[in-house]
């Protein structure tokens, strides 16, 4: 053989061996990096519990949520219970509704499901109705990052980190990493009756303290909502919010501006109507939260913390919290109507001072504007901004008590909401006549047909003779004109 054929050769051996090195080279590189990966990644051991030693029994969970699960279970699917309901019963309260995650697809619970619809864009979910009762079903959520440049239909990252779309299915250590709090990601198997806790959730749940699960930051941007989450099971259960996971919600509460104002206002009555309103009012203004919810009322806070207007949103969430309690319907018109009167009297005070108009007419154009700006930041539906009006227009009318007027105004519907706002009103501020006025009204509603009508008189209004004035004079036909002044 020819010396070129062996050079050839060693060539192709030289390059062979530094092909190789690099490549052992590059494998080690990877290696390493997916080691390192993989190590900050490995989520924490998984605690079972089993029946003998969790309080939770079957004998409190629904009937329906139970049936649900069976079903799922019989077909072949993973099914738990999971999130407030498996929280509240190891907490030893009554769950206000039983939610349930499953490896089904949305599709496949509508198959298997005839009372089932979906519902959802951002998270696709399915509502098993069961009458009045509804049982919410979500599919093991995976970590959006795997199929994102697959398929962007379904995992859409905004620039600012928000999750506009999220229906990565996973496994149940996916969805356990994937939920907010850990004292929200543990699971209950209907089918072994064990709990199952992935992120030290059980742990949390018995010192008392809420913690988000990941990297604070990152999870706030994600869905600035669960910064509110946070304050409101904080309040709710009376637990401390661990200090990372505090500490970016004062930075990142203007992400909160991004958030669609319909969701912030269901946000809203969670936060302040649901019996927890007294303590949860100072931690949204800890961590600077209260601001973007609620921009027009901030304004109005004092460093003294001693206003008008702060000492009677102290008291209505107090009244509200109340009345949740002992089982009393609350109205969200009423609260909202509470908190922005300060503005609207500063605002209707402005207009007739720069416009020349009567009260009454820049009144009327201040409640437009005070609604107006209240909707940007959180979109109160119009069913409740009507009755807001009808509330703030009353409390103009309250003071005309003379004649008929007081029995008229005790007919209006909103007339005892009214009645509850002049009260707070009189609590709060240093007025005379304001507590005169709300006393007289206390008064008269306990009062009957006769006494009602001895306490008009004795403001100097005898009604008999007020219906006598208030009658229109009558004209005389344009016809008789001549004969009149011909007579």
């Known amino acids: ?15 062979c ?78 769950p206000k509704d039983f939610d349930i995650t499953t490896n089904a697809t949305p599709e496949q619970m ?14 696709r979910l399915a509502h098993v109705m069961f009458g009045p009762e509804v049982i919410e ?54 089918a072994d009756f064990t709990v199952r806790d992935y992120v030290n959730g059980l742990s949390d749940l018995e010192q008392g303290i809420i913690r988000l699960i990941g990297h604070p930051e990152t999870r706030y941007r994600e869905d600035p909502v669960r910064m509110l989450r946070v304050i409101r099971f904080s309040a709710k259960l ?22 669609p104002p319909a969701r912030l206002f269901e946000e809203t009555l969670k936060l302040l109507q649901s019996g927890y309103g007294e303590y949860t009012y100072p931690l949204l203004r800890k961590y600077h939260l209260f601001e973007p919810l609620f921009p027009l009322v901030h ?26 309690q002992n089982d009393r319907r609350v109205n969200p018109a009423f609260l909202f109507a509470v908190m922005y009167w300060y503005p609207l009297q500063e605002k209707a005070q402005q207009i007739a001072q720069e416009s020349g108009l009567p009260f009454f007419e820049a009144f009327s154009l201040a409640m437009n504007d005070t609604l107006d700006e209240a909707c940007r930041a959180i979109a109160i539906p119009k069913r409740f901004t009507t009755m807001i009006r009808d509330i703030w227009t009353l409390q103009l009318r309250i003071s005309r008590r003379h004649g008929k007027r ?7 519907p909103k007339f005892r909401a009214a009645y509850d706002l002049l009260v707070l009103r009189a609590g709060v501020e240093s007025s005379a006549e304001l507590q005169r006025l709300s006393d007289w009204w206390t008064e008269f509603q306990t009062k009957n047909a006769n006494d009602q009508a001895t306490m008009l008189q004795e403001l100097g209004s005898d009604p008999a003779q007020r219906r006598r004035y208030n009658r229109p004079r009558k004209r005389a036909p344009k016809g008789n004109t001549s004969r009149r002044n011909e007579s």
């Open 1 to 15: 053989m020819s010396l070129s054929f062996w050079n050839r050769i060693y060539f192709l051996l030289l390059r």
């Open 17 to 94: 061996t530094i092909f190789t090195r690099v490549a052992n080279f590059c494998r080690k590189i990877l290696t390493r990096d997916e080691e390192s990966t993989s190590a900050e990644n490995v989520p924490p051991p998984i605690t079972i519990i089993p029946r003998d030693q969790h309080t939770i029994s079957r004998r409190e969970i629904s009937d329906n949520a139970l049936k649900v699960l069976h079903r799922l279970n019989k077909s072949g699917f993973e099914a738990y219970l999971v999130g407030g309901g498996v929280r509240d019963l190891l907490l030893g309260k009554k």
């Open 110 to 123: 509508r198959k298997l499901f005839r009372n089932c619809r979906l519902v959802g864009r951002r998270f």
């Open 137 to 190: 079903v979500a599919t093991f959520r995976g970590h959006h990052e795997q199929e994102e440049s697959v398929d962007r239909n379904t995992s859409q990252q905004g620039q600012n980190g928000m999750l506009l779309r999220d229906n990565i299915f996973g496994s149940i250590e996916d969805d356990a990493q994937r939920r907010d709090l850990t004292i929200n990601s543990l699971y209950y198997s209907a």
């Open 238 to 259: 009376g637990m401390t919010i661990a200090p990372e996971t505090a500490a970016p919600i004062g930075e990142l509460a203007g992400l909160l501006k991004n958030i």
């Open 299 to 324: 304004q109005y806070f004092t460093e003294s913390g001693d206003s008008p207007m702060e000492r009677i949103l102290v008291q209505v969430f107090k009244n509200t919290d109340n009345r949740i």
């Open 406 to 412: 007081a029995w008229k105004l005790m007919e209006h």
